[in-house]
């Protein structure tokens, strides 16, 4: 059973360019996230998918764009690489995230990117 | 200010002995709270969920919450070195607040043999 799977685990890119980390989860999961995690930071939410069809910005949004393509895959872009975008992303998933009991989130092992 | 406080060590403690962790946070509304245990280089994973006043234990872990003080607390007894680790705190408030868990920024553990 693999849960949640990230790819790539590693990335460098230059200023400027372009990216999509993919994110998939066999669970059967609603809830799909895309989190960032910068040191002494915790983990701040990018954008987030309740359930397939829906999107929604999180914390820190600008500068990327997501796709839940269907309900297993939810995909983080980079449009414009920018160096403040150097971090570790996650991604998550959840059975669902309607109410005060839905949140146990399995992460993905995570995806380094470094940009130059 | 950000919403989930912790503080981010590192916590250093002896093999054996009790490792106290806190979490303070800012939105009254919070009404679930989560603890998350991440190992160097690792992705989280869950330990912990408190969601009403009061202590709540499992195997090795107490978790601690208190509403009227907007704190939570992480207790390892008999701390072994596969703890050493970082801990993360997370709330959730409501979908009015936006919906999502609060992560804090993380206690590093270290235990030492």
């Known amino acids: 059973n693999a849960g949640v799977t990230q790819t790539p685990k590693f990335q460098v890119l230059k200023t400027g360019q372009s990216m999509t980390l993919q994110c998939a989860q066999d669970?059967?999961?609603?809830?799909m996230y895309w989190y960032r995690q910068d040191p002494g930071m915790g983990l701040r939410l990018i954008y987030y998918s309740a359930s397939e069809g829906t999107t929604d910005k999180g914390e820190v949004p600008n500068g990327y764009n997501v796709s839940r393509l269907n309900k297993r895959e939810f995909s983080l872009r980079l449009e414009s690489a920018a160096p403040s975008q150097t971090s570790v992303y996650f991604c998550?998933?959840?059975?669902?995230?309607?109410?005060?009991?839905?949140?146990?989130?399995?992460f993905g092992e995570g995806s380094r990117l470094t940009v130059l | 200010q950000k919403e989930v406080e912790q503080n981010s060590g590192p916590l250093s403690v002896p093999e054996g002995a009790i490792a106290s962790l806190n979490c303070t946070y800012s939105?009254?509304?919070?009404?679930?709270f989560f603890w998350y245990r991440q190992y160097s280089g690792k992705s989280p994973e869950l330990i912990m969920s408190?969601?009403?006043?009061g202590d709540k234990e499992d195997g090795r872990f107490t978790a601690q919450l208190n509403k009227a003080s907007q704190y939570v607390s992480l207790l390892i007894r008999d701390s072994q070195p596969s703890d050493s680790a970082t801990y993360l705190c997370a709330s959730y408030a409501s979908p009015a607040a936006g919906n999502k868990l609060t992560f804090g920024g993380g206690t590093r553990v270290l235990v030492k043999p």
């Open positions: 669970m059967n999961h609603n809830s």
């Open positions: 998550a998933s959840s059975e669902d995230s309607s109410g005060v009991y839905g949140w146990e989130l399995f």
């Open positions: 939105d009254r509304g919070s009404q679930s």
């Open positions: 408190i969601y009403s006043n």
